[in-house]
């Protein structure tokens, strides 16, 4: 009888403990969904807004954004902020197979310093691109 009465109050704390911790789990998911979410929304207005044309500068520290999003069929201009010629150019270098629309069907879109050229995009996906003549400067395009 002794037995009988020790199982059934372990199982009471065990219940009670589960109902604990299940408790503790549903909140602390619910308070990380909510920062992930408010995170994500602010992320997107910093660096991945959407539009229907966007404009990439080139200069001595690079593209700038590195990171765009434009709607397909969306204009991306290209402007040389630097004091070299730049040779905008698809990924990935040397061949740049992978989107010339980037480039408008170049193998390499030439720039001289202070001038801009701009380009229509309609493949959907994210698009890497640098300039041809200083490889190690990169960026990419994501159409949508
Ligand atoms: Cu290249």
Redesign the pocket.
């Known amino acids: 009888m002794l037995g009988i009465r020790k199982i059934l109050m372990a199982g009471a704390v065990m219940s009670s403990a589960l109902v604990l911790s299940a408790c503790n789990l549903y909140k602390s998911g619910s308070n990380t969904a909510t920062g992930d979410s408010t995170q994500n929304q602010t992320q997107q207005q910093s660096t991945s807004q959407v539009s229907d044309a966007v404009t990439i500068t080139l200069d001595e520290s690079g593209f700038s954004p590195a990171t765009s999003n434009v709607n397909s069929d969306g204009s991306v201009t290209w402007t040389n902020s630097s004091e070299k010629n730049g040779?905008i150019?698809s990924d990935p270098?040397?061949t740049?197979t992978s989107n010339q629309e980037l480039t408008d069907g170049q193998f390499?879109l030439n720039l001289a310093p202070g001038a801009s050229a701009t380009v229509t995009v309609t493949k959907k996906g994210t698009w890497g691109f640098?300039d041809?003549l200083n490889?190690s400067a990169k960026g990419s395009v994501t159409v949508n």
Do not use: T, Y
């Open positions: 040779g150019a270098h040397p740049h390499v640098h041809h490889p």
